[in-house]
């Protein structure tokens, strides 16, 4: 079946713009998941949706951040205003149930580039 | 505050040998512990995954890790590496209860010489 599907695979901008990436899930799984890779860095934990329940945004770097999650399924993370340091490689990832002891299948990424 | 860490950032063998990457935590309580495999430009694979029972799991690629409660410790290892095995491996520590994020260590980068 289909994979977690991630859009667009690379995106370029210019300093000061807002950008939105979009994460598909696997069908069926309830929890979703964003993280930032950062050259160096491993994984950073930016937000995660468990059905319908309010988000965790605790990993949320600034409020120019913000990210949600439409019918249970589709997420969008937005960037606003964004800067340099925001350059990275954004993961999404999804679970069947949002809880610690399962595996998440992570999307291959959108490389964020801010010049 | 939960933490992983993989002490080695990079790691050359040559193809053939024996690997062992490591990994420690920093959990109060019984760890949910994965290996995750990335290849340049791909999402994260699961390699393996311990939850209870066994501390000697076993993944795909011929993969497996040890669990040492003792040593906070979840080493990866395979016994012949092929040089497909190039990428960066991340040992990550997932939390009880219904929290669902993962904390991943910054990750070894593997170099495979022929």
């Known amino acids: 079946g289909a994979g977690v599907s991630q859009s667009p695979s690379n995106k370029v901008t210019e300093k000061g713009k807002d950008v939105e990436l979009r994460c598909d899930p696997i069908?069926?799984?309830?929890?979703l998941y964003w993280y930032r890779q950062s050259l160096g860095q491993g994984l950073e934990f930016l937000i995660y949706f468990q059905g319908n329940s309010a988000p965790d945004k605790s990993g949320l770097p600034s409020d120019r951040f913000s990210a949600e999650r439409t019918g249970g399924s589709v997420s969008t993370l937005t960037i606003q205003r964004t800067q340099q340091e925001d350059s990275a490689v954004y993961l999404c990832?999804?679970?069947?149930?949002?809880?610690?002891?399962?595996?998440?299948?992570f999307g291959d990424g959108t490389r964020l580039s801010i010049l | 505050a939960q933490s992983v860490t993989q002490p080695d950032i990079h790691i050359t063998v040559s193809e053939g040998a024996s690997l062992e990457l490591r990994c420690n935590y920093s959990?109060?309580?019984?760890?949910?512990l994965f290996w995750y495999v990335q290849s340049p430009g791909q999402g994260l694979q699961l390699l393996l995954k311990?939850?209870?029972?066994?501390?000697l799991v076993q993944g795909i690629k011929g993969f497996e890790a040890e669990f040492k409660r003792s040593q906070s410790s979840f080493n990866l290892r395979k016994p012949s590496v092929h040089w497909s095995d190039a990428a960066e491996y991340f040992c990550a520590v997932g939390y009880g209860g219904s929290q669902g994020n993962l904390i991943f260590g910054k990750g070894t980068k593997l170099s495979v010489k022929p």
């Open positions: 990832a999804s679970s069947p149930r949002g809880v610690g002891s399962q595996p998440q299948h």
């Open positions: 959990y109060g309580a019984t760890p949910y």
């Open positions: 069908s069926g799984h309830t929890a």
């Open positions: 311990y939850f209870s029972g066994d501390t």
